[in-house]
């Protein structure tokens, strides 16, 4: 039996793999030498790399061939559709110098680290690349930056109000009234109750047994017209328990899970087991999505949310959401699409008669952002001069990892990095958070499909540090 498995030896568990060996070798596939040819990333699904010279016959067997194959022919997919414009990408060689402190010519933009799509990640500028190029700069460079930093913060960042909302409507999971077989753990759901206690403040959701929306969101059961039912969409659903949530406590018709990868342990049992609740999953890259194309939501005015997308740069955190959408956690850089998306798309379908005439627009919004280490000027969603002090965000999203940085610091900086005690580099930090997400808030607020949005610290810190919460309710 022994001669059967794998030779290499495990020295923290003081055996051999016990995994069947490859042909004609001792070891397995996962203890044996990699070839000196190049690795790359699947095209089909880039999670995993395979040998260049392989590539062709991988293709034809890719586990995931046969999903992106279906997926290919449905009408909500449309490729790319979240990505971002060119038109962006001429702004940002257009407003290159407000990469820079003022007076500074040399500092290394980000646009010259974005610029090459040869690497890994295809142009996405990471975090130590961002880190090097704070260590690159002078002391005066970093100095400039810093100060400016703290004075546009001064100026733009006064209104952001605590909002820690437990709508009563929550009070079944907050007491844990609810099946035991369903997960429970405090932190999580103290985040999502706020959330739909601020969409309750800003008069989005209405707490009435069980009757989830308010005014023109009101429908008449007795008529049995569904399309008036407003719907739920989740984006990044994972096991779909935000939805979960909300169904418990506000009573919905229709939900859709919108989620690239397959889960086990999911809600949709759960879900499926409540009177009247529709259900529909859709397994997509929400980059990739165009909701406007689901046939089952045509007409349909519905609200979206989300949690936890956040994680590394990667191709399943590079998305975008549709209209109405509550998204917590997600990765940064994501927020912005989210924006772009539920309003562009708006303008983009105003003047379709076919997909607009029953009321498809924007009727809330809710975004509890996260991760602005991982955010990207190309996606960001506020590319105007129009912050105070004619800082341009790209400033911000260089030095917003200075809570970490000073570890390796190198050059002019060292002394700076050194000097600054841990707290100030997490105050700066977060201050560069701030004035990020301010920067998207001032681009709502210049959308007149919006009633009223405003950035809230949603929940206390001890809970959680990333904390705000972009709310809007649609017109």
């Known amino acids: 039996m022994e001669s059967s498995r794998c030779k290499f030896w495990l020295p923290k568990k003081n055996r051999f793999c016990a995994n069947v060996p490859l042909t004609n070798t001792l070891f397995c596939g996962n203890h044996t030498s990699r070839s000196d040819s190049q690795w790359i990333a699947c095209p089909i699904d880039p999670s995993h790399t395979v040998l260049e010279e392989n590539l062709q016959g991988h293709l034809r067997r890719c586990p995931l061939l046969k999903h992106v194959q279906s997926l290919s022919t449905q009408p909500f997919y449309q490729m790319g559709t979240n990505a971002g414009t060119d038109e962006e990408e001429e702004e940002e060689e257009e407003e290159?110098?407000?990469?820079?402190?003022?007076?500074?010519?040399?500092?290394?933009?980000?646009?010259?680290?974005?610029?090459?799509?040869?690497?890994?990640?295809?142009?996405?500028?990471?975090?130590?690349?961002?880190?090097?190029?704070?260590?690159?700069?002078?002391?005066?460079?970093?100095?400039?930056?810093?100060?400016?930093?703290?004075?546009?913060?001064?100026?733009?960042?006064?209104?952001?109000?605590?909002s820690y909302k437990i709508p009563k409507a929550c009070s079944v999971w907050i007491n844990q009234q609810v099946d035991g077989k369903l997960p429970f753990q405090e932190k999580h759901v103290m985040q999502q109750a706020s959330i739909l206690g601020n969409l309750e403040e800003i008069g989005v959701l209405r707490n009435s047994g069980g009757d989830i929306l308010r005014d023109h969101y009101l429908c008449d059961e007795s008529s049995?017209?569904?399309?008036?039912?407003?719907?739920?969409?989740?984006?990044?659903?994972?096991?779909?328990?935000?939805?979960?949530?909300?169904?418990?406590?506000?009573?919905?018709?229709?939900?859709?899970?919108?989620?690239?990868?397959?889960?086990?342990?999911?809600?949709?049992?759960?879900?499926?087991?409540?009177?009247?609740?529709?259900?529909?999953?859709?397994?997509?890259?929400?980059?990739?999505?165009?909701?406007?194309?689901?046939?089952?939501?045509?007409?349909?005015?519905?609200?979206?949310?989300?949690?936890?997308?956040?994680?590394?740069?990667?191709?399943?955190?590079?998305?975008?959401?549709?209209?109405?959408?509550?998204v917590q956690q997600k990765c940064n850089f994501v927020a912005d699409m989210t924006l772009r998306c539920c309003l562009a798309e708006q303008q983009r379908t105003r003047g379709d008669d076919a997909q607009c005439s029953e009321g498809c627009h924007l009727g809330g919004l809710a975004i509890a952002t996260c991760c602005h280490h991982l955010c990207q000027w190309k996606h960001y969603i506020n590319h105007s001069s129009d912050l105070s002090g004619g800082v341009n965000c790209a400033s911000d999203i260089q030095i917003v990892g200075m809570e970490d940085c000073g570890k390796e610091a190198f050059g002019g900086v060292e002394d700076i990095l050194r000097d600054m005690k841990a707290v100030e580099r997490a105050v700066l930090g977060f201050r560069c958070k701030d004035i990020i997400d301010m920067g998207r808030l001032m681009w709502l607020k210049e959308h007149e499909e919006l009633e009223e949005s405003k950035l809230v610290k949603y929940v206390p810190s001890h809970i959680s540090p990333e904390n705000h919460l972009l709310v809007a309710k649609g017109r």
């Open 96 to 162: 290159e110098i407000l990469f820079r402190p003022m007076g500074v010519k040399d500092c290394t933009p980000l646009n010259d680290l974005s610029s090459s799509s040869s690497g890994p990640l295809g142009g996405i500028i990471t975090s130590e690349m961002k880190r090097n190029a704070v260590y690159t700069m002078t002391a005066t460079q970093l100095s400039e930056i810093i100060s400016k930093i703290h004075s546009v913060h001064a100026s733009i960042c006064r209104d952001i109000q605590h």
């Open 224 to 326: 049995g017209d569904d399309t008036t039912v407003p719907a739920v969409v989740e984006f990044g659903a994972g096991r779909g328990y935000l939805t979960q949530l909300l169904a418990d406590c506000y009573g919905i018709k229709k939900v859709f899970l919108v989620e690239r990868k397959s889960y086990k342990l999911k809600a949709d049992r759960s879900l499926r087991q409540k009177e009247r609740l529709i259900l529909e999953r859709l397994r997509i890259d929400i980059e990739d999505l165009n909701l406007n194309a689901v046939e089952s939501l045509q007409g349909i005015r519905y609200l979206g949310i989300g949690k936890h997308l956040c994680g590394p740069c990667n191709s399943s955190a590079r998305r975008n959401y549709m209209n109405t959408s509550v």
